[in-house]
């Protein structure tokens, strides 16, 4: 008898190979038939641990011999041998899957590549295998599956990307699969129940949208009956007329202020219904304000069917590991341990995640990441801010996007009041954007029906001269916003010295617990109309709803300086010629680099569009400038060169065919590809006895998945190299490292941070000898 796993009873209580095989290989073609890759997601099921048919593997069980038994190969290799032609491309993709359904997708030559696990000399197999695992291959090219652009052929880079990106999703079905039956496993010895259903979102969608309904119907009654929301109601009602048309990629182009959140909700669940759609994904581009765009969710929809998933403190080396080396899981009580799971693989049926977990995803070899991608095939994809992807990346998630909606049933919804020009017309690789795909009704007039502010070209101005025009204006509350955190908190430090009133500091510095706390207090002064002056960076800019009368806005990206404008007069309560939204040039504060470029073409389409920077037609020009410019930068990450030097690349160029064979650099590119170029390190700051109790309760045996679910209202992210440089001088250290390596880095000095500024990591070497 062969065993897939052990435990620590008799062997009768093992698991049989045979048994593990078939129930991975079943559940794993479940999950491929939702893309037409049932048939190739089975094979790797079936072959995914063929190596545990060796007798070193068996005597490894039974603690005859060391661990580190190589059981992934042995497939890996046999899987090749199964298919030609095309399918024999499919059975090279199942080969990159089997080998790294534990360590993560290979590249494709190399130390550790594919390559040379298919040349490895790997411990025989005993011979029963082939009676006991049936590996006849159907067909395994998904049908339907178009080709880019009609090719034939998968030559062409584009067509290379399509079959990397289908051997990522059919790892993703592998490697779900062995997880979850192995931990059902692990779960019926231990006689632990596992509570990792959902709802199927088919079968609650009627509830979801009644609940919708009323939660709208209450809404707009309680709402003020004046013109703005009249013309809310007319985009909402508009938008799920839509829902009827067949799936596919859609814009929803509506000005800040115009419902969009909540009508692109809408949309996702009447289409969800009209289409038999298995789960609604909704990508936002900044962490600030995941939580209050769940919230919204949560009261319109309900809690029980969303998840919400943060990012901040990664978790893979977390699980706890069984004797064979198999991910067991953690018991973490049943609401956090359902959360933890659906994290890893989305099972919810409405879920509210970040731009970067979604496409960094996307990008993945490793198998914690790629576990949720195969239940995106068959989901609503909203992209709230669609502007907001970063450039560097741009054609590959564009591509990742178009491939989702064009062989995977998903429907894109590009939700944005400032939408970009991402369509095959308006750059080589864009997306299918049809004549009809347009969702709002007419954005050209919505513009100009929810136009609420005049723009002013200001000049350069000094700190000084820009807390004058502000004193000047009349106004006791007003917004600025300026391009980075050390110009924020210099300038909220001039505001202090000349003592103005309602002074608040609105940073990423600061922990989200505190900045939930100030926007509460923003809310209040804003509706007593009590003064109140915010000193903010552009984490303000989307999705957080506040109402300014003036906001002043150092020079950016003409999207950036949109997103300002729908801070002001947001309601419609004042004249649009009265409320200003003023730009100006810092005269000291230099912008990010990134920025200085998208100024330059901001600059370009001032003299066209004067007067009304925020037309369709000025952003469209404006794209185009910034598109034109980038170009070649638009598909750019750095990967290591012969001797280990990052250097230039393109994604895109990281996936090729040759004499039939992929040539696919998964490990590569999963490491590469970053949103955010520069990365963040997450820093615990515990300032209140919630955070403290959970450090707490770490140390005493908290699943860490919870504690990390607790602490993330406790984080601020920083420069790598400046949480090295606190860390060096005692300020930081790794919490429990022992046990948890550095997952949990905790800030020691508490005098490095007040709710008001933040953490001032550029102080550290002035306190290495005060640790609070």
Not at 400 to 419: F, M, P, S, W
Not at 586 to 599: H, V
Not at 607 to 622: I, N, R, T, V
Request: net charge negative; charged share 25%.
């Amino acid at each position: 008898m062969h065993f897939a796993h052990s435990t620590d009873s008799a062997e009768h209580g093992w698991e049989p190979l045979p048994r593990h095989l078939h129930e991975v290989a079943k559940l794993a073609r479940q999950f491929g038939a939702e893309f037409g890759g049932g048939n190739a997601a089975e094979i790797a099921g079936r072959l995914h641990d063929l190596g545990k048919y060796s007798a070193a593997f068996q005597h490894y069980l039974r603690g005859h011999r060391p661990g580190g038994i190589d059981h992934a190969t042995a497939g890996a290799q046999e899987v090749v041998k199964l298919g030609t032609g095309i399918d024999g491309l499919i059975t090279r993709l199942l080969a990159y899957g089997i080998a790294g359904h534990h360590g993560g997708m290979p590249d494709p030559l190399g130390a550790g590549s594919l390559d040379d696990r298919l040349k490895k000399s790997v411990e025989p197999l005993d011979p029963i295998w082939r009676s006991e695992v049936a590996c006849e291959a159907s067909p395994l090219m998904p049908a339907p599956f178009e080709l880019y652009k009609g090719a034939q052929q998968p030559g062409p880079p584009r067509q290379a990307f399509q079959f990397a990106f289908l051997g990522r999703m059919l790892f993703s079905c592998l490697v779900d699969a062995d997880f979850l039956c192995t931990e059902a496993f692990y779960a019926e010895v231990e006689g632990r129940p596992v509570d990792r259903d959902w709802p199927r979102l088919p079968q609650i969608i009627d509830g979801l949208i009644a609940r919708f309904d009323g939660y709208m119907a209450d809404k707009q009654q309680r709402a003020r009956q004046d013109q703005l929301n009249k013309l809310r109601r007319e985009i909402l009602d508009h938008v799920r007329t839509k829902a009827e048309l067949p799936r596919g990629v859609f814009t929803l182009n509506v000005p800040t202020g115009g419902g969009k959140t909540l009508a692109s909700l809408a949309f996702a669940l009447d289409h969800a219904k009209r289409h038999q759609m298995d789960r609604i994904i909704y990508a936002i581009p900044f962490t600030a304000i995941i939580e209050q765009i769940a919230g919204v969710f949560r009261d319109a929809i309900g809690d029980e069917v969303l998840l919400e998933h943060h990012s901040a403190i990664e978790l893979d080396a977390l699980k706890t590991k069984a004797d064979n080396g198999e991910a067991r899981g953690i018991d973490d009580g049943a609401r956090d341990g359902k959360l933890r799971l659906a994290a890893e693989n989305w099972a919810a049926p409405v879920v509210v995640t970040t731009n970067v977990q979604l496409f960094e995803s996307l990008f993945s070899n490793r198998t914690s990441r790629c576990r949720k991608l195969h239940n995106l095939a068959n989901a609503v994809i909203v992209l709230d801010e669609a502007q907001t992807i970063p450039r560097n990346v741009l054609l590959p998630c564009i591509a990742a996007l178009d491939e989702l909606a064009r062989n995977y049933g998903c429907t894109v919804v590009l939700c944005t009041a400032t939408q970009p020009a991402l369509g095959a017309d308006r750059f080589k690789g864009g997306l299918q954007i049809g004549p009809d795909s347009e969702l709002a009704p007419n954005p050209e007039q919505l513009h100009v029906a929810l136009r609420r502010t005049t723009q002013r070209l200001a000049g350069e101005w000094s700190d000084d001269q820009l807390l004058d025009d502000i004193a000047q204006s009349g106004s006791s509350q007003a917004l600025v916003i300026v391009n980075s955190r050390r110009h924020a908190r210099e300038l909220y430090e001039a505001g202090k010295r000349r003592t103005v009133g309602g002074l608040l500091h609105l940073t990423t510095r600061q922990i989200p617990a505190d900045r939930r706390a100030i926007l509460a207090e923003i809310r209040q002064r804003l509706a007593d109309d009590a003064p109140c002056v915010v000193v903010a960076t552009s984490l303000v800019e989307a999705g957080v709803d506040l109402d300014f009368p003036r906001v002043w806005r150092a020079e950016a990206g003409l999207d950036q300086l949109a997103q300002a404008a729908g801070r002001c007069n947001r309601e419609g309560r004042a004249p649009a010629d009265a409320s200003i939204v003023t730009i100006f040039k810092p005269a000291a504060a230099k912008p990010p680099s990134e920025i200085a470029g998208l100024i330059g073409d901001t600059q370009r389409i001032f003299k066209d569009h004067q007067g009304d920077l925020f037309s369709p037609q000025a952003m469209e020009a404006y794209f185009g400038e910034v598109y034109w410019r980038l170009q070649n930068g638009l598909d750019r990450i750095h990967i290591p060169d012969a001797d280990g030097r990052k250097v230039p690349a393109k994604t895109m160029d990281q996936f090729t065919v040759s004499a039939g064979l992929p040539h696919f650099a998964y490990r590569t590119v999963g490491e590469a590809f970053r949103l955010i170029e520069s990365g963040m390190a997450p820093v615990i700051i515990p300032t209140d006895a919630e955070a403290l109790d959970s450090l707490a309760a770490l140390r005493g045996g908290l699943p860490p998945v919870v504690a990390a679910r607790r602490l993330r209202h406790y984080l601020v992210q920083v420069p790598p190299r400046e949480r090295e440089r606190m860390i060096a001088n005692g300020h930081v250290r790794y919490f429990t490292a022992e046990r948890f390596g550095e997952q949990f880095a905790v800030l020691e000095t508490a005098s490095l941070y007040s709710a008001e500024i933040g953490l001032r990591w550029e102080d550290a070497d002035e306190f290495t000898w005060a640790i609070v």
